[in-house]
């Protein structure tokens, strides 16, 4: 009687989990319709600052059950495996890392096949094996880059483009900035003149990017081009879990603040420069811990390597701005100090954090100093070395 009970249990409880996760599948399905109709856009900076907001969800989770729905909504079998019971969202949440819509029936085979735990050691042997088709892309993607500017026939200037996710977020807050300092402006001058129409005050938001970014080239032509450290309040945000930074190979986050993916190595270029803060977080994916933002690169520190490099330090370069980068990364248990820093322009310092796979040296297997074997950093090292 006792065994037959526990029986029962045990098929409520594995009844019961169905549920759940097909009521997970619809609940990914609402964020994705409501993410693309921007239904968050009434204060919020993201789909995931909303449900953090709305249903209680720590923000990091929030993340996650974006980047999940988003995926799905290009992965039909595995959202109906979801939907079904079949799969658990733990299972699917770690094939949606790698899933394509070309490798999906095969990764849903293994879904099926394996306990979660199985399914993520797959997934994290499966990343390895896809680093050079996700080297590729990104390639491609870098390729694809374009701006497009012409004058129309009466006068005008029209635009037309394609950026890298992180310039187009740099793009994006730069913009927020210049229409904040606008906005700023025109309060300031109806103080001085008085109540004005009110539709002649705010125009709409196509014509605010507009002027904002007018505002923009004229500020850049005005005090030159030279991006210097980036302001507090608008800034990319990169969120990013300690094993990728250390190991690219490693499965965790790799996002924008919007839920746009980027890839590992980007995340660590950007890291190499830039305010960090720690986050710990419990088993439940719920911050628990919080540290003081610090600087990667503490600003006297990077005066004395401006003084010293005074420009792009990659072999015959010499472009006078730069970025910071740590010759062996501080994920890596580099040290932040003088000797472990260079100076690269944006190119070289994504040059050479870009694996190539093209070159019979990355796929050597041999280990630098760098934690890598991207020939760009050995051809830095070798000239540093030299200096």
Same mark, same amino acid.
């Given at each position: 009687?006792?065994?037959?009970?526990?029986?029962?249990?045990?098929?409520?409880?594995?009844?019961?989990? =169905?549920?759940?996760?097909?009521?997970?599948?619809?609940?990914?399905?609402?964020?994705?319709?409501?993410?693309?109709?921007? #239904?968050?856009?009434?204060?919020?900076?993201?789909?995931?600052?909303?449900?953090?907001?709305?249903?209680?969800?720590?923000?990091?989770?929030?993340?996650?059950?974006?980047?999940?729905?988003?995926?799905?909504?290009?992965?039909?079998?595995?959202?109906?495996?979801?939907?079904?019971?079949?799969?658990?969202?733990?299972?699917?949440? &770690?094939?949606?890392?790698?899933?394509?819509?070309?490798?999906?029936?095969? !990764?849903?085979?293994?879904?099926?096949?394996?306990? =979660?735990?199985?399914?993520?050691?797959?997934?994290?042997?499966? /990343?390895?094996?896809?680093?050079?088709?996700?080297?590729?892309?990104?390639?491609?993607?870098?390729?694809? %880059?374009?701006?497009?500017?012409?004058?129309? +026939?009466?006068?005008?200037?029209?635009?037309?483009?394609?950026?890298?996710?992180?310039?187009?977020?740099?793009?994006?807050?730069?913009?927020?900035?210049?229409?904040?300092?606008?906005?700023?402006?025109?309060?300031?001058?109806?103080?001085?003149?008085?109540?004005?129409?009110?539709?002649? +005050?705010?125009?709409?938001?196509?014509?605010?990017?507009?002027?904002?970014?007018?505002?923009?080239?004229?500020?850049?032509?005005?005090?030159?081009?030279?991006?210097?450290?980036?302001?507090?309040?608008?800034?990319?945000?990169?969120?990013?879990?300690?094993?990728?930074?250390?190991?690219?190979?490693?499965?965790?986050?790799?996002?924008?603040?919007?839920?746009?993916?980027?890839? =590992?190595?980007?995340?660590?270029?950007?890291?190499?420069?830039?305010?960090?803060?720690?986050?710990?977080?419990?088993?439940?994916?719920?911050?628990?811990?919080?540290? &003081?933002?610090?600087?990667?690169?503490?600003?006297?520190?990077?005066?004395?390597?401006?003084?010293?490099?005074?420009?792009?330090?990659?072999?015959?370069?010499?472009? /006078?701005?730069?970025?910071?980068?740590?010759?062996?990364?501080?994920?890596?248990? #580099?040290?932040?100090? !003088?000797?472990?820093?260079?100076?690269?322009?944006?190119?070289?310092?994504?040059?050479?954090?870009?694996?190539?796979?093209?070159?019979?040296?990355?796929?050597?297997?041999?280990?630098?100093?760098?934690?890598?074997?991207?020939?760009?950093? %050995?051809?830095?090292?070798?000239?540093?070395?030299?200096?």
């Amino acid at each position: 009687m006792d065994t037959l009970s526990l029986d029962r249990l045990g098929d409520e409880i594995a009844e019961l989990s =169905a549920h759940l996760d097909a009521a997970t599948a619809r609940l990914l399905d609402l964020i994705r319709e409501f993410d693309a109709r921007e #239904g968050w856009n009434t204060g919020f900076r993201s789909c995931a600052a909303w449900l953090s907001w709305r249903v209680g969800l720590d923000l990091g989770a929030a993340r996650e059950r974006v980047r999940v729905a988003r995926a799905l909504g290009t992965l039909p079998r595995l959202a109906r495996a979801l939907a079904w019971g079949e799969l658990s969202y733990a299972k699917v949440r &770690a094939l949606t890392r790698v899933a394509t819509p070309e490798t999906e029936e095969r !990764l849903l085979a293994v879904g099926r096949a394996g306990t =979660a735990d199985h399914v993520e050691r797959i997934v994290r042997g499966w /990343r390895r094996m896809d680093r050079k088709a996700e080297a590729a892309e990104a390639a491609r993607r870098h390729a694809s %880059r374009a701006l497009h500017v012409y004058q129309d +026939e009466d006068g005008m200037v029209t635009l037309r483009g394609r950026l890298a996710p992180e310039v187009g977020a740099v793009l994006m807050q730069a913009l927020a900035a210049a229409r904040e300092t606008l906005y700023q402006r025109a309060r300031s001058q109806n103080r001085d003149t008085g109540p004005a129409d009110v539709s002649a +005050e705010t125009p709409p938001m196509a014509q605010q990017q507009a002027d904002a970014l007018g505002l923009l080239a004229e500020t850049a032509l005005h005090h030159g081009i030279d991006p210097g450290a980036p302001a507090e309040r608008y800034q990319v945000v990169v969120h990013v879990d300690a094993p990728v930074l250390a190991d690219p190979d490693q499965p965790g986050q790799s996002v924008l603040e919007d839920g746009a993916r980027v890839s =590992a190595e980007t995340s660590r270029r950007l890291a190499c420069d830039a305010s960090r803060v720690v986050m710990q977080h419990g088993r439940d994916g719920r911050v628990v811990e919080v540290a &003081a933002r610090t600087r990667t690169i503490p600003p006297a520190l990077r005066r004395a390597l401006h003084h010293r490099d005074r420009g792009c330090r990659f072999p015959g370069c010499g472009l /006078r701005f730069g970025q910071g980068h740590h010759i062996r990364h501080w994920a890596q248990g #580099g040290p932040t100090t !003088l000797s472990n820093l260079a100076l690269l322009c944006r190119r070289h310092h994504r040059a050479v954090h870009d694996r190539s796979i093209d070159s019979p040296m990355a796929s050597s297997g041999s280990a630098d100093r760098t934690g890598g074997c991207c020939p760009m950093s %050995r051809v830095l090292l070798k000239y540093l070395a030299m200096q």
